[in-house]
């Protein structure tokens, strides 16, 4: 099992630009999370899916959308990247619940200029 | 909001020596208390959880123990090792995780 994939691992945008984030899962979780993690902030969470179909917003959902496109697949959308974005983002999943161990992708950079 | 402080930000002890990390929380309904650890460049990975129907668990040289009252939780890590180097996260209920604490095993 891979556990939790994302792409791509660094990406360096212009301020204005879209791009999308992946996120995939091969451990059957019905739960998906996309954090951002800032020096000395921790991991925030920005949106989670409870199930496929449902997203609801996390701590800083502002400038995010996201789309649980199945069971596996949770991606993240920066339609007009600031860099204020500037961060390393985890994509994460859990069997049923928050309140349950969370598996961590590997990580995006991603630089706004 | 749920909201999490963790103490302190940065830590350093000898290799051997007992290292413990402090985290308070805000919301009395919160029931479940993981901790991650952070290596450099690489993703967090849960070492330890406890939830509130307990007051403290171990797995060999780790420990969390928590208190309802006060609401607050703690990660004990005994005879250190160099392996134990960094970055640890407290997280509370509802997603919301502390700032983290950086761990250095002076050798």
């Known amino acids: 099992n891979a556990g939790v994939t994302q792409t791509p691992k660094f990406q360096v945008l212009k301020t204005g630009q879209s791009m999308t984030l992946q996120c995939a899962q091969d451990?059957?979780?019905?739960?998906m999370y996309w954090y951002r993690q800032d020096p000395g902030m921790g991991l925030r969470l920005i949106y989670y899916?409870?199930?496929?179909?449902?997203?609801d917003k996390g701590e800083v959902p502002n400038g995010y959308n996201v789309s649980r496109l199945n069971k596996r697949e949770f991606s993240l959308r920066l339609e007009s990247a600031a860099p204020s974005q500037t961060s390393v983002y985890f994509c994460?999943?859990?069997?049923?619940?928050?309140?349950?161990?969370?598996?961590f992708g590997p990580g995006t950079r991603l630089l706004v200029l | 909001g749920e909201n999490v402080e963790q103490h302190p930000s940065t830590l350093s002890v000898q290799e051997g020596d007992s290292a413990v990390i402090k985290c308070t929380y805000s919301?009395?309904?919160?029931?479940?208390f993981p901790w991650y650890k952070q290596e450099l460049g690489k993703r967090p990975q849960l070492i330890i959880d406890i939830r509130s129907n307990v007051g403290e668990k171990k797995d060999q040289r780790i420990a969390v123990t928590l208190n309802k009252t006060a609401k607050h939780f703690s990660l004990h890590i005994t005879e250190t090792q160099p392996e134990d180097s960094a970055v640890y996260f407290c997280?509370?209920?509802?997603?919301?995780f502390g700032q983290g604490t950086r761990l250095t095993i002076n050798p």
């Open positions: 994460a999943s859990s069997e049923q619940r928050p309140q349950e161990t969370q598996y």
């Open positions: 451990m059957n979780h019905n739960s």
């Open positions: 919301d009395s309904a919160s029931n479940y």
């Open positions: 997280a509370a209920q509802k997603l919301v």
């Open positions: 899916s409870a199930s496929e179909g449902t997203t």
